[in-house]
């Protein structure tokens, strides 16, 4: 008795859970931000999906999303704050001096991410890290 008992958990324990899933709502291009009307949360079972609308919503969408289908954590990624070619701040501090002057980005990031910027007065290619307010911090 106690055999078959252990046996129905093992084999039953081999089925995923169901829970609270992320599907999308409507055909969803590469490098489009998600909004509350592109996501809609369904009971199904998968493991690289969503079960938190709020974890969805304000990303970016790395790959095509389709109507209907789950939506897995590798097809998405924090929205670029900064885009190619944006005109942004350069900001560099060190011991308590501050200065700033313009750049261009040459590619697209994410507040915490490192880009390449050009530095507009000099034309040198540097790297830097966006910040939240949209600059770039320059380090050495």
């Known amino acids: 008795m106690i055999r078959s008992i ?34 809609l949360m369904v009971r199904g079972a998968a493991k690289e999906a969503f079960s938190d609308p709020n974890d969805v919503i304000g990303t970016e969408a790395k790959t095509a999303l389709y109507a209907g289908r789950i939506i897995k954590r590798n097809q998405l990624t924090a ?16 011991n308590g001096l501050s200065m700033s002057t313009e750049g261009r980005a040459l590619g697209r990031g994410a507040v915490g ?28």
Do not use: H, Y
């Open 79 to 94: 929205a670029a704050s900064v885009q190619r070619n944006q005109i942004v701040e350069l900001v560099f501090t060190n």
């Open 6 to 39: 252990l046996i129905i958990f093992c084999w039953l324990g081999s089925f995923p859970a169901f829970a609270d899933i992320a599907i999308a709502t409507r055909n969803i291009r590469p490098g489009e931000i998600l909004q509350n009307v592109d996501v």
């Open 113 to 140: 991410q490192r880009i390449r910027v050009m530095n507009l007065t000099s034309k040198t290619s540097i790297f830097g890290t966006v910040e939240r307010n949209g600059s770039v911090r320059v380090s050495k």
